[in-house]
């Protein structure tokens, strides 16, 4: 079972900048769609960024322009580099590993807490 642990998380002041990483135990971020998801307090989780196995990224319009994913497929990490926070941004952030194709697989981290606030 490959675990993924994320790191990172923490509180910081509106306008800064943190960044997440998610390490994976096996050797499938290469051959998966990384994603980091982040669920607020009262609300349902959302798709914040993912990269593609080959490298194509979506990000939500929320963070277009301040977030950036990216990965090392060496360290089997993915990363979210969130620049310009806001107290909006405040939520615990999951990533996840997927992919759809054999060998099928979905796995989920267990959540980093950002908290975003003056």
């Known amino acids: 079972q490959v675990q993924l642990v994320e790191s990172g998380g923490g509180l910081v002041q509106p306008g800064g900048s943190l960044r997440l990483s998610c390490a994976a135990s096996g050797s499938i971020v290469s051959m998966s769609t990384m994603a980091w998801y982040r669920q607020a307090p009262g609300k349902e989780r959302e798709l914040v960024a993912g990269?593609?196995?080959?490298?194509?990224?979506t990000y939500a319009d929320s963070v277009k322009g301040r977030f950036t994913i990216s990965r090392d497929n060496a360290k089997n990490t993915a990363y979210l580099q969130m620049n310009s926070l806001r107290p909006e941004d405040t939520a615990i952030y999951y990533c996840?590993?997927?992919?759809?194709?054999?060998?099928?697989?979905?796995?989920w981290g267990q959540g980093t807490q950002v908290t975003v606030s003056s």
């Open positions: 990269i593609s196995s080959r490298g194509s990224t």
């Open positions: 996840n590993a997927a992919r759809s194709s054999i060998p099928r697989y979905d796995y």
